[in-house]
């Protein structure tokens, strides 16, 4: 047996201590050491997600400046917080201007012309001017059982009206009594409107419900695009209608695009009636003039109001020269188009006024070729009806 060597044996039990002391200490200097990345690919750029052959590599972003901060408008103490958007709609104004004896003048600028609605002057946007544009408008004509006299003057102003047409021209009619009868739809075919005409010959009832006619035209009319009219021929008497007359000038106030001619039949026998009727000094006319009275002044404000005008033939030559009137005043006239200041939609009616003036501010002067100074006259809606349209 040999003999135990001591340098070997002091030799071992130091490397025992150092053993130990390196199994203390390898776990902290573990942690100190850096985590080295896997040698076989370089991280992306920018990093991304992973996709089947490694990780997805992005563009970086661009650093962008933070966005302005914008005041906070906060409302006063007590005041809901809520947004409110006002749309202002766009009025749009037919305007005639005609000389004396009718002839229209035309020419007239955006700066010619000045708007005022309840009496406040309003900025006008646009002015535009039609010429020999083609109109669309509704026949509407009494023929009922009552003086051959009053049929007459209907047919007759009646054929004037469909001889004075151009052949572009949308034309429907109505004729009504005591209910309202449609001969013909809209149409451009002449004959089909000579055609309807011939079935009035034998009137039917004695009633005549004006207001429940009129109301129901424009209540038709509303459905058709552009700018409409109504020519309405006969005597304005109302004796069965289920509307009042209040009821169908309300109508009259909210139609939109709609203007009336009215054309009043049966002059010569209502002043031969109020000629030749028992007259009291005490009494006045009798209840028959009377009414024929208030039928004429209600034909005229309807007609006033919409912009259109009111004729009262006594002859029957006078109708050629009434309907050519009709005809170029819807053929040639001005629309003046404006955002009312007041933009409540509260279903008020606003009075309208309309007034040339020239580069000057005062009134317009209009001369003639000979240079002398021409009257006109100017014909637009008196108002309308500040109601909400939902589109």
């Known amino acids: ?134 109109i669309t408008a509704v026949l509407l004509v009494e023929f009922a059982s009552t003086w051959y006299r009053f049929n007459y003057d209907a047919l007759n102003a009646s054929y004037s009206f469909a001889q004075a047409l151009k052949a572009n021209d949308w034309i429907a009619i109505v004729a009504y009594d005591m209910s309202t009868h449609m001969l013909t739809d809209f149409t451009q075919d002449k004959r089909a409107i000579y055609q309807a005409l011939s079935l009035m010959r034998i009137p039917g009832s004695h009633e005549i419900n004006s207001w429940d006619a009129l109301y129901d035209t424009i209540d038709r009319l509303e459905g058709v695009e552009g700018r409409k009219y109504i020519i309405w021929i006969g005597t304005g008497v109302d004796t069965f209608s289920k509307l009042r007359y209040d009821q169908a000038l309300q109508k009259v106030k909210d139609s939109k695009d709609i203007t009336i001619f009215s054309v009043g039949t049966g002059r010569v026998l209502r002043e031969y009636i109020g000629d030749r009727a028992a007259v009291s000094r005490s009494l006045g006319p009798t209840v028959m003039n009377m009414e024929f009275l208030q039928a004429e002044n209600a034909m005229n404000s309807i007609a006033k109001m919409t912009g259109g005008r009111f004729y009262f033939p006594r002859f029957e030559a006078e109708m050629p020269e009434i309907f050519a009137d009709i005809g170029q005043a819807v053929r040639n006239q001005y629309t003046v188009a404006y955002k009312p200041t007041n933009s409540k939609q509260d279903g008020t009616f606003r009075k309208l006024k309309v007034e040339l003036v020239g580069e000057n501010g005062q009134p317009l002067v209009i001369h003639n070729q000979k240079g002398k100074d021409v009257k006109y006259q100017i014909v637009a809606r008196e108002g309308y009806n500040a109601k909400h349209e939902v589109e």
């Open 1 to 134: 047996m040999f003999p135990r060597n001591p340098i070997r044996k002091n030799t071992l039990g130091r490397f025992a201590v150092f053993a130990v002391v390196l199994a203390l200490a390898l776990p902290g200097w573990a942690q100190q050491q850096p985590a080295q990345a896997p040698q076989t690919q370089a991280p992306p750029e920018a990093g991304g997600p992973q996709g089947d052959i490694g990780p997805l590599a992005l563009p970086k972003k661009k650093e962008q400046p933070p966005p302005e901060k914008k005041p906070e408008v906060k409302n006063p103490p007590g005041m809901p917080e809520y947004s409110l958007r006002v749309d202002v709609p766009l009025v749009q104004v037919p305007v005639l201007v005609t000389t004396k004896d009718g002839q229209f003048i035309p020419g007239l600028k955006k700066g010619n012309f000045r708007v005022y609605e309840d009496g406040v002057p309003q900025r006008i946007t646009d002015v535009t001017q039609s010429k020999d544009a083609p």
